[in-house]
């Protein structure tokens, strides 16, 4: 799997926006963008993916370069809640592609109340 | 309806010792896989089922780590002659199997301390 370099941390104020980081310069084109949080003392969660499109969802929106080597998780208002770690990670969608998330250490985001 | 389950939530045991983590998915998910994730890292792959067989096994650390799905619910991770490394937190996740993005749902994990 493609490997993927993020922030090691990130800080916020409660109700702002947050834009999180993710580059992915070997990214291939069958290569999915995931990003998964989690939350202290929990397992992982999905939050949203993308291809080439941007995309939205209850949770957050995916903003996705043209030319693929970069994208950008987007908090609309950040709440305490959404203190976590947060991993961009690239799945081979082809056939024969593994079906196992691969980690990296990811961003830890801290909310500011 | 009821998330991944994992028992116990926490295992304390001694170097040498034999356990097992079990893993209860989301009930009709085919896929279930297993990781380990050691304090101020992300999780790491261990093994991947698809039903009764292991589809990737690929994570699994050495010949000390075994992992069955017997009937292609419930899986057991086993772990012989512990080591002290041994020692992180044991996440279990399903899936409904292949799909776009096929969403792994996460278990809380059980925490393995080896002495």
């Known amino acids: 799997d493609a490997k993927t370099t993020q922030p090691n941390s990130m800080e916020s104020n409660e109700e702002e926006p947050v834009h999180l980081p993710c580059n992915h310069s070997t990214i291939s084109g069958t290569d999915y963008i995931h990003w998964y949080r989690q939350l202290p003392s929990q397992g992982p969660e999905y939050v949203i993916h993308g291809l080439t499109s941007n995309v939205n969802n209850r949770m957050a929106s995916l903003a996705i370069a043209e030319d693929r080597k970069s994208s950008t998780l987007i908090l609309h208002r950040a709440t305490l809640r959404d203190a976590a770690v947060y991993y961009c990670i690239l799945r081979d969608r082809t056939q024969g592609g593994s079906e196992k998330l691969v980690f990296g250490k990811g961003t830890k985001l801290t909310v500011n109340p | ?115």
């Open chain 2, 1 to 115: 309806g009821a998330g991944v389950s994992q028992t116990p939530s926490n295992k304390v045991t001694e170097k040498g010792k034999y356990v097992e983590l079990r893993c209860d998915p989301i009930s009709g998910h085919t896929a279930l896989y297993w990781y380990r994730q050691s304090l101020g890292q992300g999780p790491e792959f261990l093994i991947y089922f698809q039903g009764t067989g292991a589809a990737d096994d690929s994570g699994l650390p050495n010949d000390r780590f075994f992992a069955v799905r017997p009937e292609g619910s419930v899986s057991t991770l086993k772990i012989q002659r512990t080591e002290r490394g041994d020692s992180a937190v044991y996440l279990c996740a399903s899936s409904a199997g292949l799909a776009e993005h096929n969403e792994q749902f996460f278990g809380p994990g059980t925490r393995l301390t080896v002495l």
